[in-house]
T-cell receptor, first 114, second 113 residues
């Protein structure tokens, strides 16, 4: 069954701790993205990767880091430098499906920093 | 500077009537536009898209209209059903560009019985 997996669904961390959110895809898409959603803010791009071993900063990359060692995986680390890390994080890929090029989203991870 | 704007945070429509969601953009380089539907605590799901070479695309109850001169697009849902209650995001892209979609802030559509 093709798709994007994000785990866990809910994540709690203490302030000052780094935390890594996982994103795995079996759609064979080259491009992967991380967004965060805050109430009333829509989706804002954190990082994206067009190909393995390459990634680019999005609009709000400060306090985050990523790696892309495998095509299937694009983990996001929320570091202690991120001022307001509590948010809903969405991973996405970009590719063709149903004859249309579009972004496909995972189910999201709700991160709460206590 | 917001390049994709959805000026209505929420919209309430009676079941069976037409829902019209609006979106404006400022970047004339955008040439591909998409609508996504999102339920709480879930990822957005793709709904419908339109290329800038067209002015209308229809898929079942959903139709997207594009007015390039006005830099405006709209999503029509007819007839509206209770399951259509969700947040709808408008997104735009420069095809062939390296970065991701640019999203609006979303419109919360509420279908009333």
């Amino acid at each position: 069954d093709g798709g994007i997996t994000q785990s866990p669904k809910y994540l709690f961390r203490k302030e000052g701790q780094n935390v890594t959110l996982s994103c795995e895809q079996n759609l064979n898409h080259d491009a992967m993205y991380w967004y965060r959603q805050d109430p009333g803010q829509g989706l804002r791009l954190i990082y994206y990767s067009q190909i393995v071993n390459d990634f680019q900063k999005g609009d709000i990359a400060e306090g985050y880091s990523v790696s892309r060692e495998k095509k299937e995986s694009f983990p996001l680390t929320v570091t202690s430098a991120q001022k307001n890390p509590t948010a809903f994080y969405l991973c996405a890929t970009y590719g063709q499906g149903n004859g249309t090029d579009t972004q496909y989203f995972g189910p999201g991870t709700r991160l709460t920093v206590l | 500077d917001q390049q994709v704007k959805q000026n209505s945070p929420s919209l309430s429509v009676q079941e069976g009537r037409i829902s019209i969601l609006n979106c404006d953009y400022t970047n004339s380089m955008f040439d591909y536009f998409l609508w996504y539907k999102k339920y709480p605590a879930e990822g957005p799901t793709f709904l419908i898209s339109i290329s800038s070479i067209k002015d209308k695309n229809e898929d079942g109850r959903f139709t997207v209209f594009l007015n390039k001169s006005a830099k405006h697009l709209s999503l029509h849902i007819v007839p509206s059903q209770p399951g259509d209650s969700a947040v709808y995001f408008c997104a735009a892209q420069i095809r062939g560009g390296a970065d991701g979609l640019t999203f609006g802030k979303g419109t919360h559509l509420i279908i009333q019985p």
